[in-house]
């Protein structure tokens, strides 16, 4: 805003600090000024809507221990993704092969774990791409067929690659099998 005027400058401040208030009111004005609604403006059909949010308690159920299978995943994978090499820890995910919700006995297993960046995290878990017994991955056609480029590096390219292996403890091949039944080849 170098050179907008002190009154831009006053504007926008003011828009960005009741941004939930002025954001309404700013799309009014720009339908007022087109003709136009809001609803046809944005192309938004809004029957049934909210008109606000809202905030509501919930009793959630909380992973005591799952520090602790970060932790060791840490460790057993020298705080990199097994997959991609990535080191920045606020990318990484301790992931379970088998989830914490099919397999009580096995949650703090580190041989049911992976550490995974955020991105083949979810992929993961959504059967998108899977580990085989011989500890390369394998991805899905539903990411192999595709034309975007981004997919294409940051999965393409690694199909029937290998895995960093960890330090100590393998991923399980029975756990690497279950976690196939998922894999949407």
């Known amino acids: 805003m170098k050179n907008a005027g002190e009154l831009t400058e006053v504007v926008f401040k003011e828009f960005y600090s009741n941004w939930d208030e002025y954001f309404f009111e700013s799309e009014k004005l720009l339908a007022k000024k087109k ?32 520090y602790l299978f970060r932790t060791l995943m840490d460790a057993n994978y020298n705080a ?18 088998v989830p914490w919700s099919k397999d009580e006995k096995n949650r703090l297993n580190p041989a049911n774990g992976l550490l995974l ?50 330090r100590k ?3 399980d091949i029975e756990f690497l099998k279950k976690h196939y039944e998922r894999f949407r080849p």
């Open 80 to 97: 990199k993704c097994c997959i991609t090499g990535i080191d920045n820890p606020e990318l990484l995910i301790a992931s379970h092969i």
């Open 117 to 166: 960046n955020s991105l083949h995290d979810k992929a993961f878990e959504r059967g998108l791409i899977t580990i085989s017994e011989d500890f390369k991955v394998k991805v899905s056609s539903v990411l192999l067929k595709s034309k975007v480029e981004s997919i294409k590096q940051n999965f393409s390219e690694l199909n029937n690659k290998p895995i960093l292996l960890p």
């Open 169 to 171: 403890f393998k991923p």
């Open 35 to 66: 003709n136009t609604t809001i609803e046809k403006l944005n192309n938004i059909d809004v029957e049934g809507l909210p008109k606000e949010g809202r905030e509501r308690e919930r009793l959630v159920k909380v992973r005591i221990n799952q």
